[in-house]
Nanobody
């Protein structure tokens, strides 16, 4: 399976910010959505945010709306997640995903629709 490369995780205090990055070296998802999912200990992997191939459309989980921003340069296989006002419940391993198509909110929020995944980066938020 194609591997994506994530970076930017770490340990922060509640209220702090972090920026996650993800790239797909040697591959192209030029016309497909990219996204972030997360998995907390003892919980299932859940959708966080997705962005369309040209960066023009975004979709967010309700739990992160207004705090997280996903971005992507037009046609580039790199995606970013700017996380602000972090909460302890944001603690999880964050996974980058690529390759969902077509763009519908159901499709891009469903993990099995993606054909490539990263190894995950840990984000820990303490109070």
């Amino acid at each position: 399976q194609v591997q994506l490369v994530e970076s930017g995780g770490g340990s922060v205090q509640a209220g702090d910010s972090l920026r996650l990055s993800c790239a797909a070296p040697g591959r192209t998802f030029q016309w497909e959505a990219m996204a972030w999912f997360r998995q907390a200990p003892g919980k299932e992997r859940e959708f966080v945010a997705a962005v369309s191939y040209n960066g023009g459309l975004q979709h967010y989980a309700d739990s992160v709306k207004g705090r997280f921003t996903i971005s992507r340069a037009n046609g580039q296989d790199a995606v970013y997640l700017e996380m602000t006002t972090l909460k302890t419940e944001d603690t999880a391993v964050y996974y980058c995903a690529a390759g969902a198509d077509p763009w519908t909110t159901v499709t891009v929020s469903t993990a099995r629709q993606y054909r490539a995944w990263g190894q995950g980066t840990q984000v820990t938020v303490s109070s």
